[in-house]
């Protein structure tokens, strides 16, 4: 059986997507932030609508604006060890100073500073 060179050309693009598809389900998701814990944080809970709590961030990759930081109930937080694994930890380990990635949900609003609402914290090491 021979294909024809439009058949050729479809089987192609299919096997590309196979490729591009893998190779995006199975690669790290990079932070959304990476940056410095900076200003005072807050652990003032708010049950209307799930936070436990706000902080700043220096965003490394934007020299000119700080961004708050949003925590809510099903935030995840982590720290890194020794040997680079990440472990559960609290807000309560989030303190000025700290380098951090930061995992987003959603754009920061359009507010000075900026807002955004975290899904996964880890500090660094």
Do not use: C, W
Request: zero cysteines; aromatic letters at 6%; charged letters at 20%.
């Amino acid at each position: 059986m021979q294909l024809s060179p439009l058949q050729m050309i479809i089987i192609l693009v299919i096997l590309a997507g196979f490729v591009i598809g893998t190779y995006s389900a199975t690669m790290d998701q990079l932070p959304d932030l990476t940056g410095t814990v900076v200003g005072n944080t807050t652990n003032n809970a708010n049950n209307t609508n799930n936070t436990i709590g706000t902080f700043y961030l220096h965003d490394e990759s934007n020299k000119d604006n700080n961004i708050s930081i949003i925590v809510k109930n099903d935030t995840k937080i982590f720290k890194e060890t020794e040997d680079n694994k990440q472990v559960r930890t609290d807000f309560g380990t989030i303190k000025n100073g700290r380098k951090i990635d930061v995992y987003t949900v959603g754009d920061p609003t359009n507010t000075i500073p900026p807002q955004i609402t975290a899904e996964k914290i880890v500090l660094k090491k």
